[in-house]
């Protein structure tokens, strides 16, 4: 069974909003308009595939990448 945790780096994020458009389930916008992780899914492990491809397909579409995805073994 695949396990990720999925983070955004601010540095990273031009507030392009792509990720938060694509995947609201996820993503939000931050007070600054940057991205991030809603609270539900921070520094937690996502195992359901589904939700987990559409993790990778936001990180896809991320234009600067800043969407970081931590495959996690066991």
Known sequence: ?????VKVNKEECIKC?????????????SADGSSEVKEEFRDKEVTDQS???K?????????????????ING
């Open 1 to 5: 069974m695949s396990k990720i945790k």
């Open 17 to 29: 909003g792509a990720c938060y458009s694509s995947l609201p389930e996820v993503f939000q916008a």
């Open 55 to 71: 993790i990778k397909s936001a990180q896809s579409a991320c234009p600067t990448q800043a969407i970081k995805i931590e495959e």
């Open 51 to 53: 939700m987990i491809d």
